[in-house]
Structures are given as C-alpha cells and as structure tokens.
C-alpha cells in the first residue's frame, strides 16, 4: 500500500497545540491516518475545488487539507474551530458561476 507524505508548517503545528486535550489526541490520530488513506468515509470533497477535503472534529471544529496524488502528498491546511467564514480565508470559498 501506498503511503501519503503529510506536509504542514509551523502554523498548522500551532493550531493541534491550541486544541483542548481531548480533541486534541483525536486530530493527531485521524492527521496520521491520512498517510495511509487520505479519503477516508467522513471526509467531503469542497463544492467546486477538487482535491480539497474537510473533516468534521467534535464541537464545530474542522480539519481543511488538500490531496497531491501526482506527489503522493497531503497538505495540511487547517485545523480548528470552523469561523463563518473559513473556507473564504482559505481562499476556498463557493465559487459562484
């Protein structure tokens, strides 16, 4: 089987120290997952940008990371409490045709 590298900088590091402990353990767990399977069940493929995925986490929080097959890499983008406006700040935003 194939494995995933997982890529993140120093901020999404920050993000996983600021969760709360318990939520915490559960984001490093389901983070190294997508090493071995970067679609798993509960992840959703955002409207009208293929290759980016969310994860719903406990108490309103998500995971945002994009999927690299062609470099067999994930890119962790963002975790944490989902603001209103979040995949706009990603730059992730419904593209309205």
């Not at 945002?64 to 979040?86: R, S």
């Amino acid at each position: 089987m194939m494995r995933y590298r997982l890529r993140f900088d120093r901020r999404f590091m920050r993000q996983i120290e600021s969760l709360p402990g318990d939520l915490r353990s559960v984001a490093r767990r389901l983070v190294g997952s997508l090493a071995e399977q970067p679609r798993p069940a509960q992840a959703k493929e955002l409207d009208g940008h293929p290759t980016y995925f969310r994860i719903w986490l406990p108490r309103t929080h998500r995971l945002v990371y994009q999927i690299l097959d062609d470099e067999q890499a994930v890119d962790l983008l963002y975790i944490g409490p989902k603001p209103p406006d979040l995949y706009e700040q990603l730059g992730l935003g419904r593209r309205s045709d």
